[in-house]
């Protein structure tokens, strides 16, 4: 299948290590979609000063088809890790701003929006001619205070061109910034009611929801090591996205998307080779899941 990726690459900054690394949703799911044997585009925009040799990386090694677009600077974020706890403190540095649409992206089988900051208006996604289209919320609920700082405001404008949306992601913790309707607690439910087939909510080792018709499916999560969490939730938006376009099964497509997010977990993006990688770790997540139930 054809993949189309749209986002924002950035760069990451580690604190107090000084390291700097590819990041992004786009870059989390595009990999993901490439490793899984989909045909991929990613439609994104950066800076002049974006590594080159991270773009090279992703069209070479990857196999990845990039259109970029041209900013003055690229999105890039400051993550804070204060102790071994793991909260941190995230800054938002550099903002490569609102991505414009691309002729390259009709024809497209499955295209996944994944914003970081506000970077795809919903607009866009009317120009959109895929039967499959997943959408995540974080980038839409991030606002930026004057010191950089990092924090969640409203989404009131969510349904605004949201009916081209098959699949609806968000965190459980960010679900309370979806304004809908002026109602302070949304259930997936409340969200198919807008059109999506799919709304999923995913909660980090507890697991994740799979609201699909009148059904609610808890998916656990395969227990790991939480050595690399970022990212987590664009491989599993991504994964389920591709599953489900082949199965139409909820259920599955839930279990096959909590495995390829648990291998991120766990080794990182390298954790996940190929299909055959996640499957197998499918295979061990329903056996273990039948034992607990």
């Known amino acids: 299948m054809k993949v189309g990726v749209i986002g924002n690459l950035a760069r990451d900054l580690i604190m107090p290590q000084g390291i700097v690394q590819m990041g ?10 490439s490793r899984l ?3 991929v585009r990613l439609l994104t925009r950066v800076g002049r000063e974006y590594e080159k040799g991270w773009l090279r990386r992703l069209e070479k090694e990857e196999g990845i088809d990039l259109v970029v677009q041209i900013s003055k600077e690229s999105t890039a974020f400051e993550n804070s890790y204060e102790d071994s706890s793991g909260s941190r403190i995230q800054r938002l540095v550099g903002d490569a701003g609102r991505i414009e649409w691309d002729e390259r992206f009709n024809g497209c089988d499955l295209v996944h929006v994944g914003p970081l900051f506000h970077e795809v208006d919903l607009s866009l996604l009317q120009m959109l001619d895929s039967d499959l289209v997943s ?3 974080q980038g839409y609920i991030r606002g930026r205070r004057s010191d950089s700082l990092v924090v ?8 605004s061109h949201i009916e081209k949306v098959r699949i609806l992601h968000a965190g459980l913790d960010e679900v309370r910034y979806i304004d809908y309707k002026n109602r302070g607690s949304l259930t997936g439910f ?9 709304v999923l909510f995913t909660d980090r080792a507890n697991g994740s929801q799979v609201f699909h018709g009148d059904r609610c499916h808890m998916v656990p999560a395969y227990p790991v090591k939480e050595n690399h969490p970022t990212g987590a939730g ?3 938006t991504m994964a389920f996205m591709i599953k489900y376009a082949e199965t139409r099964d909820p259920h599955d497509s839930g279990f096959f998307a909590s495995a390829a ?4 977990v766990e080794k990182g993006i390298q954790g ?5 990688t996640v499957e197998d770790r499918m295979e061990l997540l329903i056996r273990l899941d039948s034992l607990g139930s």
């Open 272 to 276: 996940i080779q190929n299909m055959e």
């Open 135 to 137: 959408l995540d919320v």
């Open 37 to 39: 044997g989909q045909d």
């Open 24 to 33: 992004g949703a786009a870059y989390y799911s595009g990999v993901t979609a």
């Open 234 to 236: 664009d491989v599993y």
């Open 190 to 198: 409340d969200l198919l009611t807008l059109g999506p087939e799919v």
């Open 261 to 264: 997010a648990s291998l991120l």
């Open 152 to 159: 969640h405001r409203k989404w009131c404008d969510m349904t």
